[in-house]
């Protein structure tokens, strides 16, 4: 490679976030925050983020259920991966079927690349996998702004092992430059015969067919004697993969906050917010501050409506609420709405939320793509 192309291929990867500094356009690749815990059981109903924070796992048909956990065995350098176990077989396996570990990336993230230009430039991808038993898997980058796509195999084998692919620039189609989903990079881990009876797609982009996705690749749900584990994933413009950039715990944390954001109590009776009443059955916060910025209005659930009390200025408890929701949805800050299903509250004036008694009460903000 000329020092004018290695020049060009480091621009691109300083710039690939849309002008950050991280060449890497993954987050959370090593597996190091897991706001929503660290281990889930019983997986496979429906898609889900269950564990590692920006990772989906995806079950499209199958019967199999799995663990997703986030586990400390990991190669020399990190501290964690991400370990799916198949726990029941699927005895009977669909066309449809499909099981992915994925992660949606914004568009504007993604400008770096100049893809649809004549500018356009490769992606290389590098992980770390280990399994127990080899395997072969597929590692599919999907464009939806442009219904495009690209995959490649990979190996596993019972030890770690770095996997380093490079998906080739592709001048048809550009990424959206907003804060919507534009792609998914999705390790494919068993699909049914609907997505690998073509042939598969692995040397340029083209229009996504179901046929030519996934052929070649192993079933991870054929046994219960099966495991799969990932992590340093990193996705950066160039020719060739570097090595995985390291970033804080709190770095990637602040990244994950734009998705999803746990609030919990960590104490008794701590206080969430003080606020004032609007009726005899409502309560409503004063403002309520995020963490850090969140991609769009989120949505709100909580941990059980149970876990709070409301409290009237002398700190008497008035009672837990039924339904908890958002006011005013913002990206920096909201109002939150306790209602009560009757009476207690004396309208128009000062309160506070606490948790009651638990110190596991949590707002739980998602703005996930």
Known sequence: MS??????????????????????????????????????????????????????????????RYT????????AGFANSTK???????????????????????????QGFAK????????????????????????????QDNDRQITKLFSVTTDWARVELTFPADTTG????????????????????????????SDAWAATSATERYGGISSFVDSTDRTFFITGIQMEVGQNATTFEHEPFEQTLEKCYRYFQKHVSGDQF?????????STSRAVSNGYKYFKT??????????????????????????????????RPGLNFTTLIFDKSSAGLTSGQPHSVVADNTSTAALIFNSEL
């Open 84 to 110: 799916l176990d198949c726990t029941t077989a699927d005895a009977s396996v669909a066309s449809t079927e499909l099981i992915k570990f994925r992660q949606k990336i914004e568009g504007q993230n993604l």
């Open 116 to 143: 649809g230009t004549s500018d356009a430039k490769p992606f290389a991808v590098s992980f770390y996998v280990k399994g127990n038993a080899a395997a072969t898997y597929a590692c599919e980058l999907l464009d």
């Open 174 to 201: 550009t990424f959206d430059d907003d804060n919507a989903q534009s792609m998914q990079i999705q390790f494919v881990l068993h699909s049914g015969s609907a997505y690998t009876s073509g042939t598969l797609n």
């Open 68 to 75: 997703v956990t986030q586990d400390s065995s990991a190669p």
């Open 294 to 327: 969140m991609r769009t209005a989120p949505s709100l659930t909580v941990s059980d409506v149970g876990d709070f009390s409301i409290r009237d200025a002398p700190n008497n408890d008035k009672g837990s609420p039924t339904s908890v929701s958002i006011g």
């Open 3 to 64: 020092k004018a192309a290695e020049l060009a291929n480091l621009i691109g990867s300083i710039n690939a976030g849309g002008g950050g500094v991280n060449r890497n356009v993954i987050i959370n690749g090593a597996m190091n925050v897991a706001q929503r815990g660290t281990s889930e059981t019983g997986v496979g109903g429906s898609n889900g983020y269950f564990t590692v924070d920006r990772w989906q796992f995806a079950n499209v048909d199958t019967d199999g």
């Open 270 to 278: 701590t206080g969430f917010f003080d606020g004032s009443t609007r």
